[in-house]
């Protein structure tokens, strides 16, 4: 699978668009753009997927660029309960279709101030 | 619903015991993963289950760890002989599929301080 850098931290005011930037310049064809974000002393929660397309769900939005090789993770209204570690990840679909592993990296810490 | 619960949720043992962490998957998921994840890191893979059947075992560090998922619901990761390295948190996350794009439901995790 691609490798991903994101930035190790951010910080955002309550109330503003928090947008969090990732990089998978080695991305494949064939290869999905993933978010999850992991709440402190809890497990990682599912955010939102794409493959080139802009998505858009109730928790956040996915911008990837036209060459697919960086990523925008959008949180439109932050608050802070969206305090938490972000990571991006690319995840390939493997031959046969098998639901496979995720490979997390270090993701962006993000802290949403008052 | 509810989701994937982990027992225990925190677990302390001294080095040399061995100890079993429980995984119970959100009901009629087929697909169930294993991660350990150290301080201030991302969670990294340790073994795949589809149903009964463990796929993938690349991602367990030695033969002292071991996974189980035998009536393909409820897993059980058990770590002999524990050792300090082995203090981690342990999140099992399982999805409905076993094929596409389902997202993975972690649960919250069994840390693990080995004495």
């Known amino acids: 699978d691609a490798k991903t850098t994101q930035p190790p931290s951010m910080d955002c005011a309550e109330g503003r668009a928090a947008n969090l930037p990732c990089n998978h310049s080695t991305i494949s064809g064939n290869e999905y753009v993933y978010w999850y974000r992991q709440i402190h002393s809890q497990g990682p929660q599912y955010i939102i997927h794409?493959?080139?397309n802009n998505e858009t769900n109730e928790m956040a939005s996915l911008i990837i660029t036209e060459d697919r090789k960086s990523s925008t993770l959008i949180l439109p209204h932050a608050t802070l309960r969206d305090t938490a570690v972000y990571y991006c990840?690319?995840?390939?679909?493997?031959?046969?279709?098998?639901?496979?592993?995720?490979?997390f990296g270090k993701g962006t810490l993000l802290t949403v101030n008052p | 619903g509810a989701g994937v619960s982990q027992s225990p949720r925190y677990k302390v043992a001294k080095r040399g015991q061995d100890v079993a962490l429980r995984c119970d998957p959100i009901s009629g998921h087929v697909s169930l993963f294993w991660y350990q994840q150290a301080l201030g890191q991302g969670p990294e893979f340790l073994t795949y289950?589809?149903?009964?059947?463990?796929l993938d075992k690349s991602g367990l560090p030695s033969d002292r760890f071991f996974a189980e998922r035998p009536e393909g619901s409820v897993s059980t990761l058990k770590i002999q002989r524990t050792q300090q390295e082995d203090s981690a948190v342990y999140l099992c996350a399982s999805s409905w599929g076993q094929g596409g794009h389902q997202p993975q439901h972690f649960g919250d995790g069994t840390r693990l301080s080995i004495l």
């Open positions: 794409g493959l080139k």
């Open positions: 990840i690319v995840r390939r679909q493997n031959s046969g279709g098998s639901n496979y592993k995720l490979t």
């Open positions: 289950f589809q149903n009964e059947a463990q």
